[in-house]
RNA sequence: GCUGAAGUGGUGGAAUUGGUAGACACGCUGGACUUAAAAUCCAGUGAGCAGUAAUGUUCGUGCGGGUUCAAGUCCCGCCUUCAGUACCA
């Protein structure tokens, strides 16, 4: 043994992680190259939206995780890419622009301060050269640029995938659109090339725009009036808006949309490539919605019109009785006959009226009007009557149903509610209380050609009769609508777009970015244009190809620019990419870096995104893919949703004091009250609210706050009370003075205590949030316990996927483990380290920690590899192990989940490099070889004793000795055994 | 309603292919050290019953069945909680 360092040295957090942070930063140890022999590795968090409110101890969670994984992969040998930056565009920066005038880049740029120094305690190995901020013009020029390349673009199915502009407009002058099979707007009119080429070239655009990827439409939109924006639909919670919970209302307006819709079936089918988990893959699937079925035309009698229908079940067509349009369908006022137009003007009055909400609220009761119109049924040509219901959506297929009420239970109750006709088409099916919605093993009946087929036959058959006789034809069909992609705000990027004659144009790629103007105001004008309508330099000059003040527009070379902005998910879609390269000037990411890096390895983050980030982002990845600018169209192989982390909100009860009501108590007692203080009880005190009347009140008596003759005059209630958490120790007692202190207005109350003088809170877990004053802030832990102790305590607390609640109590586990692998290799204050060759035990506890450590990262498991790391540090202080072959190998696996103290370790061994290029261990085999076993022997399935046998012996040996020895022998009290099972190297199980 | 996830000590959780349920921690109890506290260390800790004790024994993984030598784990039927989604034809 030899002294190493003589130095004094004690476990100190601060002094240790400080100076690390310092040397990775300095050194650029996780600088990640472009060019390497290496195999790459990507991992990726979901970058964060910069918050005034800072990080809690939440936010880390999946940090911590990927951080782990990095690191782990980098000592595999792995060149590892794992930065980070911001999703700096959003509502927030811009509200508080709203209220104080403060430009939304500059509190951005503060927030972003504030993360970075948060994220900059916890050690995270990030490489800060490729940081990308959302909001930054160098970034949002890309983002531009693919708004442009989407523009450029439009749908190819007969390819399936998305081409230039320009081949469909060769299409068009050759053959004009009759024979284009394109992803485009349902009522796009027919031309040949003659009518193309007579089209003004403002027509020819118009065309274009029912083509183009990202396109100008008059839609239905979700709009927020008192954020004065636009929506899109999973913005919106249960009818409000997600943010700030405003009521959200629809309206016509111009807006750009993404035809995200050209992609339905990519994306739908791309998800069996990608390893994500499953209830996200599931959500994404219902999210796109596609049912394949059959469009059915109805023609209306004595009408020109005809209905067109999406059925999942043109099998049961001739089990149709009525049909039912949603209340919006267009031909709903044309067919409606007189008789019936008043009932269906009203109906369509009283459903109009109905919020979403309400409807959604009561879908238990059935409406409805009959039209008075028939249409007729396309094979046996019986009158169908033709009703109008709200349970019939406009947004969701052609807004028309053909019902079959024996197979469907809305049409059933529609049917039975107004006494319309119910055939049963199925053979052998009870209809006479709900309908038979079941196909399987379903035999159609009573239906001409289709009579005896089963449902997979019949439901085939009926395309094939509608097809050829015309009547109608296959369909896939999708709930996934294109997304809006404008929106009323300030601060998002500008559209590079200009108007010429009420037509968009693209402006050059050369002259992005198109930066955001300067306003007096962050607000939508007076006249009601978004707040971009304020800025008064916002005008395309054509010929200087700058932008200049609004009041040189002339609409000959001087256009007005677009005044919407994009939407908060337009810069998160293609990050990931930009991170490859992310200082390129040229290009939004080199071929070069694109082909190395090709598409995220790992990426980790919330399953909140489901349907939205994650979404949008794997469609444009497919577009650009498409394009030939990426070299995958899935961006991301694997995806971990970490779990939240709860708070632990900490309640102190109120007494709440009032005379009761309806009581002959003179005005004048009122002093009966007023003279009490405010009092706060303590938990243990009472159980009911009658006993914590019962308490306050015999203490109130009892200090003579109140007088005896008005007891039964007064009532007490308990209210309980938020207390904030840090006031509030392990044990559950309220530090009475900081509670005061901090809560002024009850600098005078009154706490009665518990006996021992100690004031217990009560406990509750819920979300962590600034108004539960349950937020635990990492800056603190950091402080008090080191990064090292927050990493692995935020691994410990259970599995990364899992919801749960946080303690801060529990910390102290983690932090003596700390404590406890410092001192393997200091005693007394000295680092004592024994080149020696350790024992086999040694070995032993070494190995099972490889073995353990390998397969619990790899399963992404690091709160089980925590404990196996206090497990083999427990074991190797019980064996006082100080060998070096045995400890640095174990400071190599315990590295990833606390890189400081494993760093000033490593370096106090001897070391000059940092200990992440050291070589992960590898686990052997042979140092667990074991030659017995200490088999638990079993009567009828219990576990009686354990016994120590070789694991050399044969099965009858075992035998053999399990039933000699005296225990089974007690056990079994003289009668034989009627089985005996052996399963080797595992356990004996005796049958009585 | 539908889809998905989950129910294990006082608490967080462990048990990777059916094989000793409760690893590892927190908390709690007792002890050592200390004037004291903190820190540290040691011991105990699923519940019940019997025993001075060592120990023995019964019950125990949401509930009810089943398969198996053996079930937290597999099968059938329920209950509860959480999350997502919603009149999708």
Sequence with gaps: MHPLNTKMMQYNHQEIEKKWQKFWAENQTFKASNSSHLPKYYVLDMFPYPSGAGLHVGHPLGYIASDI???????????????????????????????????????????????????????????????????????????????????????????????????????????????????????????????????????????????????????????????????????????????????VIRKKMTQWSMRISAYAQRLLDGLSTIDWPQPLKDSQANWIGRSQGAMVEFKIQNSEFKIQVFTTRPDTIFGVSFMTLAPEHQLVLQITTPEQKVAVEAYIESTAKRSERDRMADIKTISGVFTGAFAEHPFTKKPIPIWIGDYVLAGYGTGAVMAVPCGDQRDYDFA???????????????????????????????????????????????????????????????????????????????????????????????????????????????????????????????????????????????????????????????????????????????????????????????????????????????????????????????????????????????????????????????????????????????????EFETVVKEYLLDKKLLNPNFVDLVLITKTPLHSDVSLVNSSNELDIEGFKNWRTEFKDSIFITEEDGTFKASREVEKMSKSKYNVVNPDEICEEYGADALRLFEMFLGPLEQTKPWKTSGISGVYSFLKKLWKLFYKEDLLLISDENPTSEEFKTLHKIIKKATEDIENFSFNTSVASFMIAVNELTALQCNKRLILEPLLILISPYAPHIAEELWRQLGHQNSISTAEFPIFEEKYLIESTKNYPISFNGKMRFTLELSLDLSLSEIEKAVLNHEKTMAQLQGKLPKKVIIVPGKIVNIVE
């Excluded at 002058?173 to 349902?186: I, P």
């Excluded at 992005?512 to 395309?540: F, M, Q, S």
């Excluded at 939205?612 to 444009?620: D, K, N």
């Excluded at 909100?649 to 007692?669: E, L, R, W, Y």
Aim: overall charge negative; charged content about 25%.
């Design 69 to 247: 994984y990095a690191r782990y992969k980098r000592h595999k040998g792995f060149n590892v890419l794992h930065p980070q930056g911001y999703d700096s565009f959003g509502l927030p920066a811009e509200q508080y622009a709203i209220q104080t005038g403060q430009h939304p880049s500059k509190t951005t740029e503060e927030n972003i301060k504030t993360y970075r120094r948060q994220l900059d305690k916890i050690g995270f190995s990030f490489d800060w050269d490729r940081e990308v901020q959302t909001s930054n013009p160098e970034y949002y020029k890309w983002t531009q640029w693919i708004f442009i390349q989407l523009f450029n673009s439009w749908y190819n199915k007969n390819t399936d995938k998305a081409e230039d502009i320009s081949t469909l407009i060769t299409i068009f002058e050759n053959e004009g659109n009759v024979n284009v099979n394109a992803v485009c707007d349902t009522e796009t009119p027919e031309f040949s090339c003659e009518d193309w080429k007579q089209f003004s070239e403002k027509e020819q655009q118009q065309i274009l725009l029912k083509y183009r990827l990202s396109y100008l439409s008059d839609t239905e939109v979700n709009w927020c009036p008192v954020l004065g924006t636009v929506l899109a639909n999973d913005e919106i919670v249960n009818g409000v808006s997600e943010r700030g919970g405003y009521p």
């Design 416 to 690: 039975k509610h107004f006494g319309i006709e119910i055939p049963n088409i199925f053979e052998n099916e009870d209809i006479s209380e709900a309908a038979h919605a079941d196909k399987e093993g379903t035999v159609i009946a009573n239906s001409d050609f289709l009579s005896g087929l089963s449902y997979k036959k019949a439901l085939q058959k009926a395309i094939e009769a509608l097809e050829e006789k015309g009547y109608g034809y296959g369909k896939i069909n999708y709930r996934l609508r294109d997304a809006v992609f404008s929106r009323q705000r300030y601060w998002g990027e500008p559209f590079p777009v200009y108007y010429k004659d009420g037509m968009p144009q693209m402006i050059d790629k050369n002259h992005l970015p198109i930066v955001l103007p300067e306003v007096e105001k962050y607000l939508p004008t007076e006249d009601g244009k978004p707040p971009l309508g304020n800025a008064e330099v916002w005008a395309w000059d054509t010929k200087k190809s700058s932008v200049v003040s609004n009041l040189l527009i002339d609409n000959e070379t001087i256009f007005p620019l677009e005044l919407n902005t994009m939407p908060g998910w337009a810069g998160s879609s293609w990050y990931f990419n930009r991170y490859m390269d992310a200082k390129n000037a040229n290009e939004f990411a080199s071929k070069e870096a694109l082909n190395y890096w090709k598409e995220v390895d790992l990426y980790i983050g919330g399953s909140e995104h489901a349907t939205g980030h994650l979404l949008y982002a794997r469609f444009w990845q497919k577009f650009l893919f498409d394009k030939g600018f990426v070299p995958v169209d899935e961006f991301a192989k694997k995806l971990i949703n970490q779990g939240m982390i709860l708070g632990e909100s900490a309640f102190v009860f109120k007494a709440t004091t009032f005379v009761k009501n309806g009581c002959d108590i003179d005005k004048s007692n009122d002093h009966v009250i007023e003279k009490i203080p405010t009092v706060f009880v303590s938990r243990n005190l009472f159980t009911s609210d009658n």
